[in-house]
């Protein structure tokens, strides 16, 4: 048996019977300009719009009043995107572009055209850019395009620092922007953050932008089309010449959304120019002052708790409450997930620039359980933090700020390196274990043949300790691990070094089976 096919000859005949006009035509599509009225009319037939829309199906199967007058008028779509639309019905072929499939995809998700809504999305998402983000972010919205709205949401995150200071940024609505605030990883300035809002807001109510420079470049040697774009040196200084209006106005529309600024991350004179600016809101102004009043004497990490003791209004605990107090995470761990361990790790770590500066080299779940693929990655990358999660479920890890470096093997100096528990199976506090007085010189070990090693010579923390030597892509060389704290690392006075108890801390037992590990470097 043999099957005959000749798919471009069948959508050949199809487009003829479109163009012919003929008299088996039974429906019409009416194009009409709500600019001139002027009408374009496209005959169709029922049978195959029918099978190529849904919306056209339960039209026709419901008999709507469109059903009855055999035609649809159209006031929501240009005369030359409903030609291709409907040529696509009888062909299948259709040629989209970057000036015409944004207006293709409403099209398709408005008139229920699934494939097409596939297609035209994927061919979006290759010419999204800064200029059309934000417009394409909301079109998805509203069109409940859920792929196309997680595509540009990741787009807008990995951009931000550029986004921000571009005018496009204004185009967000208040509940965009509460969203990206609300979000705990985003790696930019936050100072940065604020201006933009700031921005938006006199946007919104029609007040000069002043810091605006319409004659940068945000991509490279893109042109942006006539894009206006921030001052890479703006400030607040320029909104004192605002009258007092305008400034309540910005008050008004920032309201909602300035406590969830992270003013914690502020420097001293970021804090001093914010209040000096007169737009933030008085519930939120009387408590940034005492804060600034402290921030260059007091270390950072005890603001909250200092200002918590100085609030005497009940509307300044509530706003202690609030996201104002709460640092940003600059990366995002699949290991890590709640706020107290990362402010935990961003505390032991001791460097707020450092901490916002790790990113992720390395994890089992992306990268596979391969000892080789880990040196290859994260070797000579200077700050490292490495979590870990067991089988059973208990988080640790450790930080070095010399890193791993190649060598076979080799034990590396860093006095400040240390390891610690996020939860374990005695529900002990989160605990750090720094290095043991003059101990430096043993505080991590580098092998090719095993991942990374807390403690010279496989001691304390090391992963990979079961022997396996392949250094195979696929090998399970990061599989297992073992913990015996306090030969490298110091030990609270009321455990002994060598006990069960001791040797199960982290995970329960001696040795432990690892369910994940990431390894953020800088």
Known sequence: MEIYENYQKFSNDLKNLLNSNDNFSDFQIVCRSIISNKETLFNCHKSILSARSDY???????????????????????????????????TGKIQLTSNNAIEILIFSSKYLIDELIQVSSDFVKKYCSIENVVEIFKMAEVFNLEDLHNFCYQFILDKLPILLKSSYFQNFEENHIEKLLLNDNLNVREFDLFQALIHWAKYKNNIPNENINGNENLNGNKNLNGNQNLNENQNLNGNQNLNENQKEMIQDTISNLVDKIRFIDFSHNELE????????????????????????????????????????????????????????????????????????????????????????????????????????????????????????????GGFTKVGFKPGNPGKIYDNSA???????????????????????????????????????????LPLGWDGVCDIDISSPDLKKGKTDIGFVYELPVWFTRGTSEIQGFFTGSFEFEIEEIEVFIK
């Not at 240009?78 to 409907?86: C, N, P, R, T, Y």
């Not at 761990?333 to 709640?338: A, L, N």
């Open 418 to 460: 240390f390891i610690f528990t996020l939860k374990n199976p005695s529900s002990y506090p989160c605990t750090k274990f720094p290095i043991q007085h003059q101990k430096g010189k043993y505080a991590l070990f580098s092998i090719s043949k095993k991942g990374p090693c807390f403690g010279g010579g496989y001691n304390d």
């Open 273 to 396: 120019q914010t209040l000096n600016s007169n737009l933030i809101p008085n519930k939120v102004s009387r408590i940034i002052q005492k804060f600034h009043s402290f921030s260059s004497c007091i270390k950072k990490e005890f603001y909250a708790n200092f200002l918590k003791r100085l609030h005497d209004e009940e509307k300044e605990a509530n706003l202690l409450n609030s996201l104002i107090f709460h640092s940003r995470f600059p990366f995002k761990s699949e290991i890590v997930t709640e706020r107290t361990h990362f402010e935990y790790l961003q505390e032991w770590i001791n460097d707020n620039d450092l901490f916002k500066s790790l990113k992720l080299g390395f994890s089992t779940k992306s990268n596979g359980f391969s000892s080789a693929i880990f040196h290859q990655r994260c070797d000579d990358k200077g700050p490292t933090l490495v979590l870990i999660k067991s089988k059973n479920g208990y988080i640790f």
């Open 56 to 90: 056209f199906k339960s039209m026709f199967n419901s008999k709507m009043k469109e059903f009855h007058e055999g035609k649809l008028i159209l006031t929501d779509a240009s005369q030359g995107i409903v030609s291709e639309i409907i040529n696509y019905f009888y």
